[in-house]
């Protein structure tokens, strides 16, 4: 199997319209960095742009700020 068709297969197995059929606030709490970008980037390619915190504590004065439907 050839990298293309590995990317296209992988690529189809997200559904990009997912935060359109259900919208959602996410907030993401990881001290890790490649573990964000991981995180980030799979939220991002099902539709939502989620907020990043390096980690449980900085969740506190976020949802202060504002209420999410997932942590």
């Known amino acids: 199997m050839s990298k293309d068709n590995i990317s296209a297969s992988t690529e189809s197995k997200f559904d990009h319209l997912m935060a359109d059929k259900l ?6 709490a990881e ?4 573990n964000q970008k991981v995180a980030i980037n799979i939220l991002q390619r099902l539709g939502y742009h989620a907020d990043l915190v390096a980690n449980g504590l900085e969740v506190l004065p976020a949802l202060r700020r504002q209420a999410y439907n997932f942590i």
């Open 23 to 28: 919208p959602l606030k996410i907030i993401v």
């Open 31 to 34: 001290d890790n960095v490649v």
